[in-house]
């Protein structure tokens, strides 16, 4: 029991002392808790297109390795790169329906315009007491996007796997962008959906984690490597208020 002096500190204290907070793209900052693989199969039943989710990864990852491999991707606008991969995925799938795939493009990127702006606000608010960097296994062009989207003033520094020639959850991707920060790992904090690439890796850096895992409650094999769960990345100002 608490004696009469004691404090009783309040859940976040830990990071509260946080310099940098480093977030993940995909599924962090464009969709919460949501993989793209995962939108991308909604658009589609949405567009009436209905298929297993097993018929539809492998189209997925065949239009995400065409789209690492195609260098002109590296300049890319969200509207161009979601247009390439719907091309790509329905290549994959041997389906000829442009209506469809406008359909299913205008839809994705709608989603992901609307969730970028809840999360610039969110950003814009934290940018006033951390450094704030984004950190994702992308394509060469996630400067573009960010910038297209009104983040390029809020971020210190942007680490995308296309320009850098690796990947999450190495966890020299977290360093490099730590040390363009000048930032310790045990200053900083990582936010992602993915509990390997994200979590995992962020971890194995040194770094403390906050798990984005939405609406969900997914087991957690490794609880060791995740600081904190949060709902939304609005809860993060909670966490470093």
């Given at each position: 029991?608490?004696?009469?002096?004691?404090?009783?500190?309040?859940?976040?204290?830990?990071?509260?002392?946080?310099?940098?907070?480093?977030?993940?793209?995909?599924?962090?900052?464009?969709?919460?808790?949501?993989?793209?693989?995962?939108?991308?199969?909604?658009?589609?039943?949405?567009?009436?297109?209905?298929?297993?989710?097993?018929?539809?990864?492998?189209?997925?990852?065949?239009?995400?390795?065409?789209?690492?491999?195609?260098?002109?991707?590296?300049?890319f606008g969200l509207q161009a790169l979601v247009e390439f991969h719907v091309a790509?995925?329905?290549?994959?799938?041997?389906?000829?329906?442009?209506t469809l795939a406008q359909r299913v493009t205008e839809t994705f990127v709608q989603?992901?315009?609307?969730?970028?702006?809840?999360?610039?606000?969110?950003?814009?608010?934290?940018?006033?007491?951390?450094?704030?960097?984004?950190?994702?296994?992308?394509?060469?062009?996630?400067?573009?996007?960010?910038?297209?989207?009104?983040?390029?003033?809020?971020?210190?520094?942007?680490?995308?796997?296309?320009?850098?020639?690796?990947?999450?959850?190495?966890?020299?991707?977290?360093?490099?962008?730590?040390?363009?920060?000048?930032?310790?790992?045990?200053?900083?904090?990582?936010?992602?959906?993915s509990f390997e690439k994200d979590i995992v890796g962020a971890h194995q850096a040194?770094?403390?984690?906050?798990?984005?895992?939405?609406?969900?409650?997914?087991?957690?094999?490794?609880?060791?490597?995740?600081?904190?769960?949060?709902?939304?990345?609005?809860?993060?100002?909670?966490?470093?208020?």
């Open positions: 029991m608490n004696g009469p002096n004691k404090r009783v500190e309040p859940p976040g204290l830990s990071v509260m002392n946080v310099r940098a907070i480093l977030l993940d793209y995909g599924g962090t900052l464009d969709g919460c808790a949501n993989h793209w693989l995962d939108r991308f199969l909604s658009c589609y039943r949405t567009a009436g297109l209905d298929m297993p989710f097993q018929d539809f990864r492998p189209a997925f990852d065949h239009a995400t390795q065409c789209a690492y491999a195609e260098g002109a991707v590296a300049e790509r995925q329905l290549e994959h799938l041997r389906v000829n329906a442009p989603a992901s315009l609307t969730a970028l702006e809840a999360s610039r606000l969110v950003l814009e608010r934290l940018h006033q007491r951390v450094a704030l960097a984004v950190i994702s296994n992308f394509y060469g062009n996630l400067a573009v996007i960010l910038a297209d989207a009104g983040f390029a003033r809020l971020l210190d520094t942007i680490v995308d796997s296309g320009r850098v020639g690796m990947r999450k959850p190495n966890p020299e991707m977290f360093a490099l962008a730590l040390r363009q920060l000048r930032c310790r790992p045990a200053d900083a904090v990582h936010v992602g959906d040194g770094l403390r984690t906050a798990w984005l895992i939405g609406a969900a409650d997914p087991p957690c094999r490794n609880p060791e490597c995740v600081d904190f769960r949060i709902r939304q990345l609005a809860d993060l100002e909670a966490l470093i208020a």
